[in-house]
């Protein structure tokens, strides 16, 4: 099977980074929020505009160094006191400058929102702009957080889409080599026999080859060219076996306008004649059902045991290619409750049941 023109999509591509446009569109609304509000208190929008024009700079410049520089070098490398400490005079610097600029640039009474008039640095003075500090601090703080976390969750759900894709796209094109391996070795045992089944299986097999070189790029396939492919499967062991197989197929239900995973059924079928009919002497029987229902396939395939191989089908394909891989593409493909796989022997059959969810 061809996968040199599968693409992986690109595990990043998605994720926008922060731009200076956010930056500015952020600040800006916080500004004209902050100084409608203080202004409104004050009963003073003049003082209020005059006031953000300083507190703001000093906002911004504390936030950026504590989001790109404290937190990274201090926070995240665990050396929590010195980030305290720095911090902590960060504020203190700050305090000094607000007071001085809204002392000699503003008004002399720098806390006209406190509980008293002052002119110079007071404890409760500086206790309140430390924490009012903190307050804008901690909330930029928490928006780059959650827009990190959000960036690095979009960033492991892209890596593991691409890994769940790559390993999906593996498994797929395992079922082709192996499928044709085994066609391949058929049709030498005919050639040996010089019979003239030779050219019509060959036939077939070069439409079967079509249909997985080309049809099958998809994670999901349309269910009609998927029982197509199994019909011309079921021709091609037909003209090999002749008048000794017997194919009771029905198929009830609108299977139009319906997907599934590509090559998904096959193995099942191919699973049916490599263990039951490849085996048998005589007359084979194989039914196999397609029920379409409430949004979801009911597929059943059941084929013969041959007493000297009997329990050992489902030993011999759980640990090859076959089932095996079909179990992996399931529990890769499909959600747990969009899928529900059978596997039994009873009274020399073996039977497989699948019900799954058509997308």
Same mark, same amino acid.
């Given at each position: 099977?061809?996968?040199?023109?599968?693409?992986?999509?690109?595990v990043?591509?998605?994720? +926008?980074?922060?731009?200076?446009?956010?930056?500015? /569109? @952020?600040?800006?609304?916080?500004?004209?929020?902050n100084?409608?509000?203080?202004?409104?208190?004050?009963?003073?929008?003049?003082?209020?505009?005059?006031t953000?024009?300083?507190?703001?700079?000093?906002? %911004?410049?504390?936030?950026?160094?504590?989001?790109?520089?404290?937190?990274p070098?201090?926070?995240?490398?665990?050396?929590?006191?010195?980030?305290?400490?720095?911090?902590?005079?960060?504020?203190?610097? %700050?305090?000094?400058?607000k007071?001085?600029?809204t002392?000699?640039?503003?008004?002399e009474?720098?806390?006209?929102?406190?509980?008293?008039?002052?002119?110079?640095? !007071?404890f409760?003075?500086?206790?309140?702009?430390?924490?009012?500090? $903190?307050?804008?601090?901690? @909330?930029?703080?928490?928006?780059? #957080?959650?827009?990190?976390?959000?960036?690095?969750?979009?960033?492991?759900?892209?890596? *593991?889409?691409?890994?769940?894709?790559t *390993?999906?796209?593996f498994l +797929? !094109?395992?079922?082709s080599?192996?499928?044709?391996?085994?066609?391949?070795?058929?049709?030498?045992?005919?050639?040996?026999?010089?019979?003239?089944? !030779?050219?019509?299986? #060959?036939?077939?097999? =070069? *439409?079967? %080859?079509?249909?997985?070189?080309?049809?099958?790029?998809?994670?999901?396939? =349309?269910? *009609?060219?998927?029982?197509?492919?199994?019909?011309?499967y079921?021709?091609?062991?037909?003209?090999?076996?002749?008048?000794?197989? &017997? /194919?009771?197929?029905? #198929?009830?239900g609108?299977i139009?306008?319906?997907?599934?995973?590509?090559?998904?059924?096959l193995?099942? #079928?191919?699973?049916? @004649?490599?263990?039951?009919?490849?085996?048998?002497?005589?007359?084979?029987?194989?039914?196999?059902?397609?029920?379409?229902?409430d949004?979801?396939l009911?597929?059943?395939?059941?084929?013969?045991i041959?007493?000297?191989?009997?329990? =050992?089908?489902?030993?011999? !394909?759980?640990?090859? /290619?076959?089932?095996e891989?079909v179990?992996?593409r399931?529990?890769?493909?499909?959600?747990?409750?969009?899928?529900?796989?059978?596997? &039994?022997e009873?009274?020399?059959?073996?039977?497989?049941? $699948?019900?799954?969810?058509?997308?």
């Amino acid at each position: 099977m061809s996968v040199t023109n599968y693409k992986v999509s690109s595990v990043s591509s998605n994720i +926008r980074e922060i731009s200076l446009r956010h930056h500015i /569109i @952020f600040w800006s609304l916080y500004f004209m929020f902050n100084t409608l509000r203080w202004g409104s208190y004050f009963g003073d929008y003049s003082y209020s505009l005059k006031t953000n024009l300083i507190g703001f700079p000093i906002h %911004m410049t504390l936030c950026y160094l504590n989001v790109y520089v404290f937190m990274p070098k201090f926070v995240f490398k665990k050396k929590y006191l010195a980030y305290i400490s720095l911090l902590v005079t960060s504020l203190f610097v %700050m305090l000094l400058v607000k007071f001085n600029l809204t002392y000699y640039l503003v008004s002399e009474n720098v806390w006209p929102e406190g509980t008293e008039v002052i002119s110079k640095l !007071t404890f409760n003075y500086s206790v309140d702009m430390m924490i009012g500090e $903190l307050y804008v601090i901690t @909330f930029v703080t928490a928006i780059k #957080i959650t827009m990190d976390w959000l960036k690095e969750h979009k960033r492991v759900t892209d890596l *593991e889409k691409a890994k769940l894709e790559t *390993e999906l796209l593996f498994l +797929r !094109t395992q079922i082709s080599p192996h499928f044709f391996f085994n066609t391949l070795n058929n049709i030498y045992s005919l050639s040996l026999e010089n019979s003239n089944k !030779t050219s019509k299986i #060959i036939l077939k097999l =070069s *439409e079967l %080859m079509r249909y997985f070189l080309y049809e099958t790029k998809k994670n999901k396939q =349309s269910l *009609e060219k998927e029982v197509l492919s199994i019909q011309n499967y079921l021709e091609l062991e037909r003209i090999r076996f002749d008048e000794n197989l &017997e /194919i009771n197929m029905d #198929i009830s239900g609108d299977i139009q306008n319906k997907k599934i995973a590509p090559m998904l059924l096959l193995s099942f #079928i191919e699973n049916a @004649f490599k263990h039951g009919a490849n085996k048998n002497i005589g007359k084979i029987k194989i039914d196999i059902d397609f029920l379409i229902k409430d949004g979801f396939l009911y597929f059943t395939i059941a084929n013969p045991i041959p007493s000297k191989d009997h329990g =050992s089908q489902q030993k011999n !394909t759980s640990g090859g /290619i076959g089932l095996e891989n079909v179990k992996k593409r399931l529990a890769l493909g499909y959600k747990k409750n969009e899928y529900d796989l059978k596997i &039994e022997e009873k009274n020399n059959v073996f039977k497989v049941a $699948l019900k799954i969810k058509l997308k």
